[in-house]
């Protein structure tokens, strides 16, 4: 029986999944065809705007406008001209839908996962051709294709010629298990973290402050003890450090975030007869809540693909 299987649609220049259609389809041929999908996924940028890969029993197919592409899956049989004309309904709803602005600055994975209502439906439509009625018109795609054919896409382009993609550590990076590089992208920054962060930098700065005003105090007055100056400028390194942390991926962080917390703690403990207990308490508070944000705000795993 000739049906499409499955859809989903792309950014072009990185790969990333924009939306796609929850199928429960097991086999495993078509298994296998979602590894030619992320495999793909990742080429769009190097391959023409119209494009075919034969794999067994199935085809790929798909077509990319303006930065992102709609890729398809289906059976041998299905007609190439119904497969590109749902495609090009796809590419029309979705710019319809989203401007490229919101498309260009996505950072999550299938963040418009709502469009998968659009295509299930349009593929309930295209699977049963005869309710499909004037909605197309199939005579221009037939002439379309005709005048430009989509290009053939070998398995050899893919990597290999059993299929299987030997992608190069440039293009392998990022895809497979959660690493603690430092270049390492988190998840997008929330209201919460951006508060911490800003408080973070407001109580480093005014520990600095308070650390010249200790020096200015040590040079006038020789009996002041300097290890007050060493508790305030340890206070704005610990505070800098979890602005860090929070903005950048390293390996042991919740470990340094927990451990820069418990400085904070210990400065500010050094620091009671110089500070009220107010101050003392939004010191501490702000510490424990940039460790929260730290904690919370975790590195971008293996994207979920939603049985796709």
């Known amino acids: 029986m000739s049906m499409i299987l499955s859809a989903s649609v792309v ?22 065809c979602r590894k ?80 998968d209502n659009f295509i299930q439906r349009t593929k309930q439509r295209y699977n049963n051709p005869r309710s499909l009625s004037t909605k197309i018109n199939l005579a221009d795609m037939q002439t379309e294709i005709k005048l430009r054919p989509p290009y053939q896409i070998s398995m050899s382009e893919l990597g290999s010629t059993n299929g299987f993609a030997h992608l190069s550590a440039a ?73 860090y942390l929070f903005l950048y991926c390293t390996g042991w962080r919740n470990v340094k975030s927990f451990l820069t917390f418990g400085l904070i703690c210990l400065c500010n403990m050094y620091l009671y007869e110089l500070r009220n207990l107010w101050q003392l308490f939004f010191h501490v508070t702000v510490g424990a809540f940039s460790a929260l944000q730290i904690r919370l705000r975790q590195p971008q795993g293996k994207s979920p693909d939603y049985n796709v």
């Open 11 to 32: 950014r072009v220049r990185d790969g990333l999944p924009l939306s796609a259609s929850t199928d429960y389809e097991q086999s495993m041929g078509v298994q296998q």
């Open 171 to 243: 293009e392998f990076k990022g895809t497979g298990k959660i690493s603690t590089a430092p270049h390492q992208r988190l998840e997008a920054v929330t209201l919460p973290g951006i508060v911490s962060f800003i408080l973070s930098l407001l109580c480093g700065a005014l520990n600095l402050i308070r650390g010249f005003h200790a020096i200015e105090s040590l040079l006038q007055n020789e009996g002041e003890d300097f290890s007050y100056v060493i508790a305030f400028f340890l206070g704005t390194a610990a505070c800098l450090y979890q602005c």
């Open 36 to 115: 030619y999908f992320k495999t793909l996924s990742k080429k769009l940028a190097q391959l023409p705007d119209r494009c075919m890969l034969k794999a067994g029993q199935y085809n790929i197919n798909f077509i990319s406008s303006l930065g992102v592409s709609y890729m398809m899956l289906c059976t041998e049989n299905y007609p190439s001209v119904l497969a590109f004309c749902f495609l090009d309904e796809l590419q029309k709803e979705f710019i319809t839908t989203y401007n490229m602005m919101r498309t260009n600055t996505a950072i999550r994975p299938y963040c418009f996962i709502e469009f």
